[in-house]
């Protein structure tokens, strides 16, 4: 397992830190909400991500395997997710809440949730290219979520405060609501990645 862990590592950073639906999403919420309000949509995603990687390290992936338009189903409600939240960004108030739209960041449950209607082939491939046949299942699978967790508690913080600094930019509501537009118009675009 040693041997491993330099590329699971590797692997695990472009993951992390690769622009997709999460991280534009983190970002607005920086951006939209500050960084305390935003605590729990990055302890949802960091929720998601460990019992995903868990459920998939210990079989999940064979039930995707056997009736694959199950993974169709999640991927769809991914996609409707995704413009539900483009939605909600477009129409958030400004960052001091004052806007019409009574706004608010992801719940826990709401990202942990959105990481399961996320699910990629690459979850797939990390479980098939880090674990072995005939290998100990429980070690391979602790590594793999413990190396993800901790490369992506950084990233999650990173892409928040980000939206925070942009959000320390924007003085005028007009500002306010382009960038709220080129967020949702970023989110809805990620739709695509979800069927790639």
Do not use: C
């Not at 209607?117 to 413990?146: C, D, H």
């Not at 950084?154 to 537009?181: C, D, H, M, Q």
């Amino acid at each position: 397992m040693p041997d491993t862990l330099i590329p699971l590592a590797l692997f695990s950073l472009a993951g992390a830190y690769t622009p997709g639906p999460n991280t534009i999403m983190l970002t607005a919420s920086g951006q939209a909400f500050g960084f305390r309000r935003s605590i729990p949509h990055m302890a949802g995603i960091m929720v998601g991500v460990v019992t995903l990687f868990t459920a998939f390290g210990f079989g999940l992936a064979q039930v995707f395997a056997l009736y694959p338009d199950l993974h169709k189903i999640l991927r769809v409600a991914g996609a409707v997710y995704l413009l539900y939240l483009a939605w909600r960004i477009l129409r958030a108030g400004d960052p001091a809440g004052n806007g019409e739209t009574k706004a608010r960041p992801l719940t826990l449950v709401e990202a942990a949730a959105f990481q399961w209607v996320n699910v990629k082939a690459l979850t797939v491939g990390v479980m098939s290219a880090f674990t072995t046949v005939g290998g100990n299942q429980m070690a391979e699978v602790t590594l793999i979520v413990g190396v993800f967790t901790l490369v992506t508690i950084p990233s999650v913080v990173i892409y928040v405060l980000f939206g925070v600094a942009i959000r320390t930019l924007l003085k005028s509501e007009r500002s306010r609501r382009i960038v709220n537009a080129i967020m949702a118009a970023l989110v809805a675009l990620s739709v695509i990645l979800l069927f790639i």
